[in-house]
């Protein structure tokens, strides 16, 4: 079968019933996803400066059909397919040629590959959770490395053990759950880098129920690692009220009892407290959308939203809240226009239609925007 993403067209197998056969992989539904990241290589090229004429190169680390190699190859890079299986190598092959681009596909295990070669954007694109291939990609990239996990039920601490042993944090299952996934994977990112004394510093980030993407923009040095690294902390969390407090620090000092409900409190972490995203790059990577990309409006929205997102490590449902409280909801935008007419910050997210940010605590949240019956 053939699909045409962006300005490219690839030749993908059909996909047997979820998980099973051992066709080489490919998956509709994250064209956001990939048009996301030709929209981030290109909003990168934007703000350099380049002096010579080389050429900027990105590994597509877990090529598959090479979807994403072929489509940074067709952005001018020098793109770099790799992949362990031999039929996604040929596959990546005839799919580069098929473009007339001269893209590299190469048939090697990533790690090996990122431990010898250097390139300007690492992309990893598992099966399942990125860590496997983290330490490796901040060896083998030397601007940004791009990162998608599918784990979504270990990062949101609903399959905490697994979630504990990959990430080396405490994930809490919370209502937020693509939140904390998204805070919980960048946390071990950031710990990741910093053990070779680099800043890895998330400039663009989008979760959905199933997947959690990233973009780390890379400095080096132990003092911008460290800044890093100051940016990590706990969270504090009661099933009860939903009341939820920030504590930064690497050493958990957790709350006993909510001091709002008296319930037992749930403490996460390490996890990344600091934003997810970087509003002025999420801003020039909305303007490098273009209309022939299949998801633009979709794409163009989401940066809107993510660039607008209020700097808080946590969200809330209205909806949610309004059913535990057993009230009526309202329209999101008069929602946050009570919550702002009350005087504090609020924004929408990205998390889901009925989220929302804001300072206020959960008893203010209720206090300022909710009409009680
Ligand atoms: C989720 S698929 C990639 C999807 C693709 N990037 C896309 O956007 O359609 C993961 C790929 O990683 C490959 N893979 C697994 N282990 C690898 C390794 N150690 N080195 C390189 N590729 C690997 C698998 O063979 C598989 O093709
Ligand atoms: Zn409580």
Redesign the pocket.
């Given at each position: 079968m053939r699909v045409t993403e962006g300005d490219v067209t690839v030749a993908v197998p059909e996909q047997p019933d979820a998980g099973v056969g051992d066709a080489?992989?490919?998956?509709p539904v994250?064209e956001l996803n990939?048009d996301l990241t030709v929209a981030v290589l290109r909003a990168l090229e934007a703000e350099t400066d380049r002096d010579g004429d080389r050429t900027p190169r990105y590994l597509?680390?877990?090529?598959?059909?090479g979807?994403?190699g072929v489509r940074a190859a067709a952005e001018g890079f020098e793109a770099t397919c790799?992949?362990?299986?031999p039929d996604?190598v040929e596959l990546a092959r005839e799919n580069m040629a098929r473009n007339d681009l001269d893209g590299r596909v190469v048939h090697r295990?990533?790690?090996a590959l990122m431990h010898e070669e250097t390139f300007d954007v690492v992309d990893i694109?598992?099966?399942g959770t990125p860590i496997p291939f983290a330490d490796a990609a901040f060896r083998g990239a030397t601007r940004l490395v791009c990162i998608t996990a599918t784990d979504t039920a270990p990062l949101c601490g609903a399959h905490f053990e697994s979630g504990v042993r990959h990430y080396s944090a405490v994930p809490r299952n919370t209502e937020y759950h693509a939140e904390m996934g998204m805070r919980v994977l960048i946390s071990a990112l950031v710990r990741t880098a910093a053990r070779y004394d680099l800043a890895a510093r998330p400039v663009f980030s989008h979760a959905t129920k199933h997947y959690a993407r990233t973009y780390l923009r890379l400095d080096s040095g132990a003092r911008a690692a460290n800044a890093l690294v100051d940016e990590l902390g706990h969270v504090d969390h009661c099933e009860h009220c939903l009341y939820r407090e920030a504590t930064p620090g690497l050493v958990a000092d957790p709350l006993d009892w909510c001091p709002e409900c008296d319930e037992a409190i749930q403490t996460a972490g390490p996890i990344w407290l600091g934003r997810t995203c970087d509003p002025a790059f999420a801003e020039t990577v909305r303007e490098a959308v273009d209309d022939g990309m299949g998801t633009a409006e979709q794409a163009r929205e989401l940066c809107e939203t993510v660039a607008a997102e209020l700097d808080e490590p946590t969200h809330y449902d209205q909806h949610r809240l309004c059913k535990r409280w057993g009230v009526g909801a309202v329209a999101m935008d008069e929602f946050i226009e009570r919550l702002r007419a009350a005087g504090y910050s609020a924004s929408r997210t990205h998390y889901g239609g009925t989220t929302f940010k804001t300072d206020a605590e959960v008893t203010e949240i209720r206090a300022a925007a909710v009409e009680e019956d």
């Open positions: 080489v992989f490919f998956n994250q990939r597509d680390a877990n090529a598959a059909s979807v994403r790799c992949d362990v299986d996604a295990d990533a790690n694109d598992p099966f």
